[in-house]
């Protein structure tokens, strides 16, 4: 239910804060105050389209917020849960902006959101119906949607499986289309992915090998210069047969210090680095003379290395910067060739799989079909009955399932539309088409009183939806409002005193001019202003000692009514 709702520069509303309750609350006031305004704020709230002609005159932008409380387990919970959005206290704060500049600014629960998102979310907890927007009824397309609505409980299962056979059939038929229209495209695709296949997988590349390669590359490629300098560090590192090596004259050294190396602790610190001195240039001749033997020049070898640089780098021009990538690329096509080649292989396999997901699909969609005419004849009955308590009673409604040529569509097999008789010896028309405003207004109250227990909205609004009624008529409509208040908290405008006595709380709306700018003021009514209120609805301009009686009149049948339809 709406619990807050918080309107700033919005229209001609400067700033307005309403505190609202369960059960039915009607807004009244004279025509121009500000009534719709408020509902239309609520829309915005919802996900409405928005537009910088709603900001005030003067006012940089309008900002609007209301708070909701929901039920824990509801289809909004599961949105917001899927949205990411904290609810834990089943508390919905739902916020917009919208700015002179254009930027339209939409938060639910603090989080920013799009407006498809708040859409999304916002059409679950608030529904709007006013007196030019029976949308569903006037659109023969929404009314397939309202009747799996009705059925939703019974159908919800099988619809289900349904729309997942049907993707599964989209997706193998979509195969075999652009298998069969690009034949000559998939062979050469085919072709070109053999032969990369084949390619790479020849070269049996492995990640680090050229590197490894260039490394062994460059030592080939310079063996003179590196066997020379090997040659001759040897030779100046180790005793040859008519030179004395360096190790050997740093031997001399270290032996002649060795009688004074304890004499001192300066001499032990002079022996001891001669001493490593001896030591490392003894490992490091070891070093170069076991360098000198493993040193060989293979230019086969060189070849080798040279024509599988090449081949590397070949690769890598076609199919990736590195081994790395160029293995990835591999595993990448390998795993489209398999899936081309399964396809090749099963060219027929393909076709009769199509055929047996249709002919699956073909028998869920006759099932959900069948469970769909049985609950339109439920739905006649109860449409019947509601538009009978309407004065509606000489109206025939008519679901009716209209031929498809075998077209096979997401939602089932079925197009619906509904049809209805008004008048006795008519023929059965469009409901669409034939309707009066009054009727479909009718109409639309009687499917909201069916559906209004299941459908799990949180708020619904009705703008005027009773005007072009009166009398008896709109006692009944007052009845069927005041009956969608028990499962759904209820905002209506109107204009009907009979509407307004059934209601639970009752709004007064009035606009003044302050200062030459216009304000809308909202008060809650107190028992008395009711009576006064319901009179001026009744009188008009002057309220009389008859019209206030009569108000208080309508007052007392209402709370009877009321008390008798809760036993």
Same mark, same amino acid.
């Given at each position: 239910?709406?619990?807050?709702?918080?309107?700033?520069?919005?229209?001609?509303?400067?700033?307005?804060?309403?505190?609202f309750?369960n059960?039915?609350?009607? *807004?009244?006031?004279?025509?121009?105050?500000g009534?719709s305004? !408020?509902?239309d704020?609520?829309g915005? =709230? %919802?996900?409405?389209?928005g537009s910088q /002609?709603f900001?005030?005159?003067g006012?940089d932008?309008?900002?609007?917020?209301g708070m909701? !409380?929901?039920?824990?387990?509801?289809v909004?919970?599961?949105l917001?849960?899927?949205a $990411?959005?904290?609810?834990?206290?089943?508390?919905?704060?739902?916020?917009?902006?919208?700015?002179k500049?254009?930027?339209?600014?939409?938060?639910i629960?603090g989080?920013l959101?799009?407006?498809?998102?708040?859409k999304h979310i916002g059409?679950?907890?608030? @529904?709007?119906? $006013?007196q030019n927007?029976?949308?569903?009824l006037m659109q023969p397309?929404?009314?397939?949607?309202?009747?799996d609505?009705?059925? %939703?409980?019974k159908?919800?299962r099988l619809?289900?499986?349904?729309?997942?056979q049907y993707?599964?059939?989209?997706?193998?038929s979509a195969?075999?289309?652009?298998?069969?229209?690009?034949e000559?495209?998939?062979?050469?695709?085919l072709?070109?992915?053999n032969f990369?296949v084949e390619e790479?997988s020849?070269?049996?590349?492995?990640?680090?090998?050229e590197?490894?390669?260039?490394?062994e590359r460059?030592?080939?490629?310079?063996?003179?210069?590196?066997?020379?300098a090997?040659?001759?560090?040897?030779? =100046? =590192?180790?005793?040859?047969?008519?030179?004395?090596?360096?190790?050997?004259?740093?031997?001399?050294?270290?032996?002649?210090?060795?009688?004074?190396?304890?004499?001192?602790?300066?001499?032990n610190?002079?022996t001891?680095?001669?001493?490593? %001195?001896?030591?490392?240039l003894q490992?490091a001749?070891g070093?170069i003379?076991?360098?000198?033997?493993?040193?060989?020049?293979?230019? $086969?070898r060189?070849?080798e290395?040279?024509?599988?640089l090449? #081949?590397?780098?070949?690769?890598?021009?076609?199919?990736?910067?590195?081994?790395?990538?160029? *293995?990835?690329?591999?595993?990448?096509?390998?795993? /489209?060739?398999?899936?081309?080649?399964?396809?090749?292989e099963?060219?027929?396999?393909?076709s009769?799989?199509?055929?047996?997901q249709?002919a699956?699909l073909l028998?869920?969609?006759?099932a959900?079909?069948d469970k769909?005419?049985?609950a339109?004849?439920?739905?006649q009955? &109860? !449409?019947h009955?509601?538009?009978?308590?309407?004065?509606?009673?000489?109206a025939?409604f /008519?679901?009716?399932?209209?031929?498809?040529?075998? &077209?096979?569509?997401?939602? $089932?097999?079925?197009?619906?539309?509904?049809?209805?008789?008004t008048?006795p010896g /008519?023929?059965m028309?469009?409901?669409?088409?034939i309707a009066?405003?009054?009727?479909?207004?009718?109409?639309?109250?009687?499917?909201k009183?069916i559906?209004?227990?299941s459908?799990?909205?949180?708020?619904?609004?009705? @703008?005027?939806?009773?005007?072009?009624?009166?009398g008896?008529?709109?006692?009944?409509?007052?009845?069927k409002?005041?009956?969608i %208040?028990?499962?759904?908290?209820?905002?209506c405008?109107?204009h009907l005193?009979? #509407?307004?006595?059934?209601?639970?709380?009752h709004?007064f709306i009035a606009?003044?001019?302050?200062g030459?700018?216009?304000?809308?003021?909202?008060?809650?009514?107190?028992?008395?202003?009711?009576?006064g209120?319901?009179?001026r609805?009744?009188?008009g301009t002057? #309220?009389t000692?008859?019209?206030?009686?009569h108000?208080?009149?309508?007052?007392?049948?209402?709370?009877?009514?009321?008390?008798?339809?809760?036993?």
């Open positions: 239910m709406l619990q807050e709702l918080s309107i700033t520069n919005f229209a001609i509303i400067e700033h307005l804060d309403i505190a309750e059960g039915m609350t009607v *807004l009244t006031g004279e025509t121009g105050a009534k305004i !408020i509902i704020a609520v915005l =709230l %919802a996900g409405g389209r /002609e900001i005030r005159t006012a932008k309008a900002v609007l917020q909701f !409380i929901l039920p824990a387990d509801g909004t919970a599961q917001l849960d899927d $990411g959005i904290d609810h834990a206290d089943n508390t919905v704060i739902l916020q917009r902006e919208i700015a500049s254009g930027r339209n600014t939409c938060r629960n989080m959101v799009n407006t498809t998102t708040l059409e679950t907890i608030v @529904d709007i119906h $006013g927007e029976h949308q569903e397309e929404k009314h397939l949607g309202l009747l609505e009705f059925a %939703a409980v159908i919800q619809k289900s499986r349904y729309q997942a993707q599964r059939y989209q997706q193998l195969q075999l289309r652009k298998k069969n229209a690009n000559k495209e998939w062979a050469q695709r072709d070109m992915l990369q790479i020849a070269a049996q590349v492995k990640v680090g090998e590197a490894e390669l260039a490394a460059d030592r080939l490629d310079n063996y003179q210069t590196i066997n020379q090997l040659q001759h560090s040897y030779t =100046l =590192l180790a005793a040859g047969e008519e030179t004395t090596g360096a190790v050997d004259m740093v031997g001399t050294a270290m032996n002649a210090l060795e009688p004074i190396a304890n004499l001192d602790p300066a001499f610190e002079i001891m680095s001669v001493k490593n %001195a001896f030591y490392g490992d001749a070093q003379s076991n360098q000198l033997d493993l040193q060989e020049f293979d230019e $086969g060189l070849d290395i040279e024509q599988r090449d #081949v590397l780098s070949q690769l890598k021009r076609k199919y990736g910067d590195s081994e790395q990538q160029i *293995l990835d690329y591999y595993q990448k096509i390998s795993t /489209e060739l398999a899936k081309m080649t399964d396809s090749e099963n060219s027929e396999d393909l009769q799989r199509v055929a047996d249709k699956a028998k869920t969609g006759e959900l079909s769909r005419r049985t339109a004849k439920l739905l009955r &109860q !449409i009955q509601e538009l009978k308590d309407l004065y509606m009673d000489k025939v /008519e679901v009716r399932f209209k031929p498809t040529n075998g &077209q096979i569509y997401q939602s $089932g097999l079925d197009r619906v539309e509904f049809y209805i008789q008048n /008519e023929k028309r469009p409901l669409a088409k009066s405003g009054g009727e479909l207004s009718r109409m639309m109250l009687a499917l009183t559906f209004s227990e459908q799990g909205i949180t708020s619904i609004i009705f @703008d005027e939806v009773d005007t072009g009624v009166s008896r008529v709109a006692q009944a409509i007052a009845e409002i005041n009956g %208040a028990k499962f759904s908290q209820v905002l405008i109107t005193p009979q #509407v307004a006595a059934m209601s639970d709380h709004y606009k003044k001019i302050t030459k700018r216009t304000k809308t003021s909202v008060t809650k009514l107190t028992a008395d202003d009711r009576v209120e319901l009179a609805m009744l009188a002057k #309220v000692k008859l019209s206030r009686e108000a208080q009149e309508l007052l007392r049948l209402a709370a009877e009514e009321k008390s008798a339809s809760k036993s």
